[in-house]
């Protein structure tokens, strides 16, 4: 017996469409397959212009704000001490436990919002950030700032897992690169622009610096659990089969995530375990997190640097400190406004290369911009003694915030595009080693430079920067032969097939490619920048 598929067209009839779907072996269950017609009013990508720009520049404030607050407090980290009778380590505990959170929420959410949605998972996970910043606020010792910062790093890393998902919800592959350039930027900005605020806020004492949060983060969280609608395709095309269900009691009425008929703890176990899989067994994937690990600890290594070299050498207030992260800003600003040149160079070599280009081509803004990196390492280290003028330190952030965004948006995309079935959890992989890594320097920064000295602790970071160019040239060289023989990786014999793949699932509906063909959707979901 043939079961029947009707899509819904954008005035809501349905067309019906021949097909056999097999279930439990020798049966077949008659369904209405509930997609997205042609130019379909509730397909994201068919809202306005105007709105999913909207959309867009909120989820990417959000961003910003996250990334605000997780470095805002390490603008007066001495008064938490004095308060508290706790060493300057121990108050640096605060800022880990948040960048902690970072690596440990995306394992989860990335699942949960296959399940329930986008819209839910922002809306609640940011609610429950803004109430745990108020115990932070009016923290009477250092456990609570500690329990309740690492509640507030998980919450907030729902909104950084999902954004990228969010645009890519929202925009066409070929509209994507202005929006995605808007967001890249936003969780490099965030980490610059609060010690800059933090650094005059807490001469108000150093709560204000958790009341700021506050302020901000309900600012956020009433403007996307309250004007952003639902933007994930399978939470809104199940809503449609739910109400037609509802309204012609008729329960045929399916989506392609109904079809699906593994449990939720088995989709869960898949997430959870795959990232270290990838992480543990794929070279590839272990030197990219590598790489992408020593910049986001060089990020957070400066929240610690900085007030070495500025405020015990130069004696510099922590509001004039502040101000030194302002190239750094501009030399992120710099990078996103460069991103659609990368895009549209991007571009060219797809159609060089027939539509479907290798992987390796992603490495190339990675190739040239891995150098600016150790380059703003070098002046640093070498002009921040305290005898010299403050130019060559503060301006030294410029080129390190330059190569930020080139490294990450290729390192992303490289990721993706070589295991394009797993790239979630290439993904997710690569942001849980980078989160426990940028947690773990800021504790031991201080203890490096006391002990090497200034100079040569940031020259030990520009060799190491140094070190880690090799990688993106490695993979270009070696990079084919390694996928072509890895267990995970997207091949270039899947690519040659895969238009003919996609084919041969719409004629024969097969439940095992079905169930791939979902997975790479979900994937695609899930792949963001941050």
């Known amino acids: 017996m043939a079961a029947t598929q009707q899509a819904p067209t954008a005035a809501g009839a349905p067309q019906p469409q021949k ?22 009013p509730a397909n994201p990508k068919n809202w306005s212009k105007a709105y999913k720009w909207y959309c867009t520049m909120v989820v990417a404030i959000t961003c910003f704000v996250v990334a605000f607050c997780s470095s805002v407090i390490t603008a007066n980290v001495d008064s938490v001490a004095e308060e508290f009778g706790i060493s300057h380590e121990a108050a640096l505990i605060p800022i880990t436990v948040f960048v902690v959170g970072f690596g440990v929420g995306p394992m989860v959410f990335a699942p949960l919002s296959e399940v329930f949605g986008r819209q839910l998972i922002y809306g609640s996970t940011l609610l429950l950030a803004v109430i745990f910043v108020i115990p932070c606020a009016v923290a009477k010792n250092i456990g609570t700032l500690i329990v309740c910062r690492l509640i507030d790093g998980i919450a907030f890393s729902a909104p950084m897992t999902l954004v990228g998902g969010t645009l890519a919800d929202l925009w066409r592959n070929e509209e994507r690169g202005v929006p995605m350039a808007a967001f890249s930027a936003a969780p490099f900005i965030g980490p610059a622009i609060g010690p800059l605020v933090g650094g005059w806020l807490q001469l108000a004492g150093w709560r204000w610096l958790y009341w700021i949060q506050l302020i901000m983060s309900f600012v956020v969280w009433v403007l996307i659990t309250f004007t952003v609608k639902e933007t994930y395709a399978p939470t809104i095309l199940a809503r449609r089969a739910k109400k037609l269900r509802k309204q012609s009691g008729d329960n045929s009425y399916v989506t392609e995530g109904d079809l699906d008929q593994r449990p939720f703890s ?148 490289y990721l993706v595009d070589s295991y394009q079935h797993q790239a979630a959890s290439a993904l997710a992989a690569k942001t849980f080693i980078r989160s426990f890594w940028g947690a773990g320097t800021v504790l031991f920064t201080e203890q490096m430079y006391h002990r090497m000295g200034d100079q040569w602790a940031s020259t030990f970071l520009a060799f190491l920067g140094l070190l880690c160019c090799l990688i993106p040239f490695a993979f270009w060289k070696w990079g084919a032969r390694i996928r072509k023989r890895s267990k995970y990786a997207f091949g270039g014999d899947d690519e040659d097939s895969h238009d003919s793949d996609i084919e041969n699932q719409k004629n024969n509906r097969d439940p095992e490619s079905r169930h791939d063909q979902l997975d790479l959707e979900r994937a695609r979901s899930y792949v963001s920048n941050p």
């Open 19 to 40: 097909e056999k779907i097999p279930e439990g072996g020798e049966t077949q269950q008659d369904y209405k397959l509930v997609t997205f017609a042609e130019n379909d």
């Open 266 to 413: 088995e989709r869960m176990t898949v997430f959870l375990i795959r990232p270290f899989q990838l992480l543990f067994r794929e070279l590839i994937v272990l030197l990219i997190s590598l790489y992408m690990s020593v910049l986001y600890g060089l990020l957070y290594m400066f929240f610690v640097a900085y007030p070495i070299i500025f405020e015990a050498g130069k004696g510099y207030s922590p509001g004039i400190t502040g101000l030194m992260f302002i190239p750094l800003a501009v030399g992120v600003i710099c990078s996103a406004l460069c991103a659609p040149i990368v895009n549209k160079h991007y571009l060219k070599q797809v159609q060089k290369y027939n539509g479907k280009p290798p992987a390796e081509i992603r490495l190339i803004p990675m190739m040239v911009s891995c150098w600016f990196i150790p380059i703003g390492l070098f002046i640093f280290a070498w002009s921040s003694y305290p005898r010299l003028i403050w130019v060559g330190p503060a301006l030294a952030g410029f080129p390190i915030g330059f190569g930020f965004i080139f490294l990450y948006n290729a390192a992303n995309n």
